[in-house]
């Protein structure tokens, strides 16, 4: 498999995930600006979308969107827990955790890294997405993780775009539940090596 990836974009999830699951991959440094690999190619030839991550299998089928992809992961590797089986309500509670990471956190962010938003849009949608993360601290009270007592792909995902937010101007420091977390996901192997691997701080 080949992982397409951005450093410290979303595509540090799926990353994640195969560092977990310790299925061998080949990592692809991509500047989706220029719309290139690291070693020059094309990158629409593997997503025409032109966004990361994608990932190739290989049987040169190319999947895109990391919550498809962290759920292909996790199923290549069922053992390692880091998703629910299939058809039940706890895959169900999985997939339900990453649409939310996806759609209201996830894009949101996208609003305040738009140099053409005005100052007011970015106060409002910093205001907004607290809210959401109060929400999610809620989640987290009494458990390690977001699902329960073991770590799964939405954590990777979670982790991912909550590292966004110091360089979104978003405080999350009042919340010290979500932070004991995030200190937790980046404390575990798998993570300290994705983030190693792309070059990017661990912190």
């Known amino acids: ?16 995930a195969l560092k977990e699951a310790g299925l061998p991959f080949e990592a692809v440094k991509v500047d989706t600006k220029a719309g290139k ?8 030839a593997v997503n025409s979308k032109g966004a990361v991550p994608a990932l190739q299998l290989d049987d040169g089928q190319v999947l895109t969107e990391g919550a498809a992809i962290v759920q292909y992961i996790a199923d290549q590797k069922p053992e ?19 649409n939310y990471v996806g ?22 949608t910093r205001e907004a997405l607290l809210k959401k993360y109060e929400w999610v ?3 987290l ?19 991912t775009v909550s590292r966004w937010a110091k360089h979104a101007g978003l405080d999350l ?11 937790r996901i980046a404390s575990r192997p798998a993570v300290r090596a994705a983030l190693q ?3 990017i701080s661990q912190k």
């Not at 629910?84 to 955790?97: D, F, H, N, S, V």
């Not at 759609?103 to 409002?124: C, G, M, Q, W």
């Not at 390690?144 to 939405?154: E, R, S």
Request: neutral net charge; proline residues 6%.
């Open 137 to 139: 601290q809620q989640q």
């Open 37 to 44: 690999t690291a070693a020059g190619a094309d990158y629409k």
């Open 173 to 183: 420091g009042g919340l010290p539940a979500l932070q004991a977390y995030l200190e």
């Open 197 to 199: 691997a792309e070059g």
């Open 141 to 159: 009270k009494g458990r390690d993780f977001l699902l329960g007592d073991h770590f799964t792909v939405v954590d990777g995902y979670l982790f």
């Open 80 to 98: 390692s827990g880091l998703a629910p089986k299939a058809g039940t309500i706890e895959r169900y509670r999985l997939m339900e955790a990453l």
């Open 103 to 124: 759609t209201e956190l996830h894009k949101t962010y996208s609003i305040l890294f738009n140099p053409r938003n005005p100052d007011e849009v970015k106060v409002a």
């Open 1 to 16: 498999m080949k992982l397409f990836y951005s450093p410290g974009a979303c595509s540090l999830s799926p990353h994640i």
